[in-house]
């Protein structure tokens, strides 16, 4: 059974910065594309940052140079390291793995429950 586990959500002002870590069991971080999402309040699930088996990352425009992706293979856990955080910033965010198979139907998704990221003008 695969477990997601968020931490390092929190209150922070404009300009601070937070790392968020996601504890990851019953798979490998390296097999899988990883990634962090957020929801805010009345608004779609969107990605953040992903990182792939084969180290390659991606960032939504908004986030890019502020937001860095990593990852501790000896921990398997996945990290969001967020600096120049801003109030549109503020949302619940999920780590996700997203796992490859070579039949239907060929991927499919695992998530955390969320951690809560507020940012205060």
């Known amino acids: 059974q695969v477990q997601l586990v968020e931490s390092g959500g929190g209150l922070v002002q404009a300009g601070g910065s937070l790392r968020l870590s996601c504890a990851v069991s019953g798979t490998l971080i390296n097999d899988n594309t990883m990634a962090w999402y957020r929801q805010a309040p009345g608004k779609q699930r969107d990605l953040v940052a992903a990182?792939?088996?084969?180290?390659?990352?991606n960032y939504a425009d908004s986030v890019e140079g502020r937001f860095t992706i990593s990852r501790d293979s000896a921990k398997n856990t996945v990290y969001l390291q967020m600096n120049s955080l801003q109030p549109e910033d503020t949302a619940i965010y999920y780590c996700?793995?997203?796992?490859?198979?070579?039949?239907?139907?060929?991927?499919?998704?695992?998530w955390g429950q969320g951690t809560q990221v507020t940012v205060s003008s």
């Open positions: 996700n793995a997203r796992h490859y198979l070579d039949y239907y139907p060929y991927e499919y998704d695992d």
């Open positions: 990182i792939t088996a084969g180290d390659s990352t």
